[in-house]
């Protein structure tokens, strides 16, 4: 009999609030795969990241292999960063296996699957897809999108305006629409529907869940659980439609309330590891000031109206700085934070750009850290571990990763910012952050009534090649949740039908700058 699998993503679901209102009735399609399947919890890369989780999703590598750590990558020898594309991940996908074997596909609002991918099916691209870019394969689909009001960003990232609700689930329900078209018109193997709108109802309703929150107010719950109603609503559409699918339900993370932002430079800063650069100087101000509106574009037109030039020289040192994380006095800086999540570099020589630390002082200077953070007078009672990249990752690309990461007793944020005599600050506009724990649902015919327990992220790309008897060399492994164990029996092959292309490709300035400027609107990333 013919192997079908229909995978559902909710961004950022947690499965205790989804059981909690499965039993109460608001979602009897999630309810009915959970009573009839195996479900628990998938431990989620660290730090808890969407980009780097959805790439260990479907490759089912840790990021150290697949080379996907961050929201935005480091640039060689640079204090710059860049975000990353689909061309920037090193692993084989598991749509393109099936690809290449000849399965039927469609892959939908997958993070960080821009630019598209040639495969036996569509694919529409999801998270961090350039505004107006190419965002279908093949690029004909892009009509049809047009045609049902299909867009690849919800228009709204926080609950300040009025229409959010309606907007952000108006945006899920089309992904649903181009589901259902898909699997009604083709005789389909695979489908993997990611709903990001999840996250952006978790993001700024999270502080239901502790009422010892600054922002606690439990109407928060009603607006949250009528979202995951109206998503079951269309769940429910699409699973009749997959008949006799193995169905997964799946998230790259949960979400708990965030309590705030940690400003770690500033911690090293007291300690002697960072100096921030007080006096920005010309070029920097520049760029601080024009950035946010199209920085070249509108600096060059401005030019344009006095008949000058923008020096070549000058326009690379505003580019540079365009993308520079941190405001620091490299000469005098040993340490800095790169980013939302804890990530900690240590300023070394031979590596970074204006290093200071020499090697042999490498593992002295990452212990001082440790110590440090555990026991400053600000931040100590926050913490609860900080860990060396190599107790979290593995493979190729451990030596771009950050050197340390932070880990808190509760959800906060870290920032590259340097506020003046600032080391902590309660809660932002985001209410709720990522946690540790993501969801894992699992039904079908073949599949076991029970809780599972021990999954990990990286295991959900091998159970899913099981199914369809091709084996995986991945870190993750075949989840034990078949009535019948899967015999994986045939060898994973490139048939001639399909090759996948791996040509890599940089984003535009233009498209850097908007998906910049979309992070920070979702709390993601800060801007200097």
């Known amino acids: 009999m013919r192997e079908k699998i229909l995978v559902i993503g909710l961004d950022g679901s947690r499965l205790d609030l989804i059981k909690k209102w499965a039993d109460k009735g608001l979602m009897p399609n999630t309810k009915?795969?959970?009573?009839?399947?195996?479900?628990?919890?998938?431990?989620?890369?660290?730090?808890?990241?969407?980009?780097?989780?959805w790439t260990s999703l479907v490759t089912g590598l840790n990021p150290g292999k697949h080379g996907i750590f961050a929201t935005e990558l480091p640039q060689e020898n640079s204090y710059t960063q860049q975000v990353p594309n689909s061309t920037s991940i090193h692993g084989q996908k598991i749509y393109e296996t099936l690809s290449n074997e000849g399965k039927k596909i469609a892959i939908i609002n997958l993070p960080l699957s821009y630019p598209p991918t040639q495969v036996n099916g569509i694919m529409i691209t999801g998270f961090l897809t350039p505004p107006m870019a190419d965002c279908t394969y093949p690029k004909e689909l892009s009509k049809k999108l047009q045609e049902i009001g299909y867009t690849t960003h919800t228009k709204y990232a926080t609950k300040e305006h009025a229409d959010f609700f309606d907007e952000t689930f108006k945006t899920a329900q089309k992904r649903f629409d181009i589901s259902k078209w898909f699997m009604e018109n083709n005789n389909w193997d695979f489908v993997m529907l990611i709903i990001g709108e999840t996250e952006h109802m978790?993001?700024?309703?999270?502080?239901?869940?502790?009422?010892?929150?600054?922002?606690?107010?439990p109407k928060s719950e009603s607006e949250i659980k009528k979202f995951y109603k109206k998503i079951d609503s269309e769940m429910g559409k699409i699973i009749r439609l997959a008949k006799d699918a193995t169905v997964f339900v799946v998230s790259d993370h949960g979400f708990a309330p965030q309590y705030g932002t940690v400003y770690l430079n500033n911690v090293f800063e007291k300690n002697n590891l960072f100096k921030a650069k007080k006096n920005l100087d010309f070029l920097a101000w520049m760029v601080s000031i024009v950035k946010r509106f199209g920085w070249r574009a509108r600096l060059q037109k401005a030019l344009d109206r006095t008949g000058l030039k923008m020096p070549k020289k000058v326009e690379e040192k505003l580019r540079e700085k365009a993308f520079e994380n941190v405001s620091a006095d490299w000469s005098r800086t040993k340490v800095f934070c790169t980013g939302k999540y804890g990530e900690i570099k240590i300023n070394l020589a031979g590596r970074e750009p204006q290093g200071i630390v020499e090697k042999k002082d490498y593992e002295k200077i990452?212990?001082?850290?440790?110590?440090?953070?555990?026991?400053?007078?600000?931040t100590g009672k926050l913490v609860k571990n900080v860990y060396r990249r190599e107790e979290l990752f593995s493979g190729p690309f451990l030596d771009k990763i950050p050197d340390l990461y932070v880990e808190?007793?509760?959800?906060?944020?870290?920032?590259?910012?340097?506020p003046k005599n600032k080391f902590f600050e309660k809660t932002g506009a985001i209410e709720g952050f990522h946690t540790m724990d993501a969801t894992f649902i699992a039904s079908g015919k073949n599949i076991k009534k029970q809780t599972i327990k021990g999954a990990n992220i990286t295991d959900v790309a091998p159970t899913i090649l099981s199914i369809f008897g091709i084996p995986a060399e991945m870190d993750g492994g075949i989840l034990n949740i078949f009535k019948n164990k899967n015999i994986v029996k045939k060898k994973a092959g490139i048939s001639e039908k399909i090759k996948t292309k791996r040509k890599r490709k940089k984003l535009t300035e233009k498209q850097e700058i908007e998906i910049r400027k979309k992070l920070e609107e979702m709390g993601y990333i800060d801007v200097m």
């Open 202 to 217: 978790h993001h700024n309703y999270s502080s239901f869940l502790d009422k010892k929150h600054p922002k606690y107010n």
């Open 366 to 378: 990452r212990d001082k850290v440790i110590h440090t953070l555990k026991n400053d007078s600000e």
């Open 408 to 418: 808190f007793k509760k959800p906060h944020v870290t920032s590259v910012l340097t």
């Open 32 to 53: 009915k795969l959970i009573e009839n399947g195996s479900s628990g919890i998938l431990k989620t890369v660290f730090p808890p990241q969407s980009m780097s989780a």
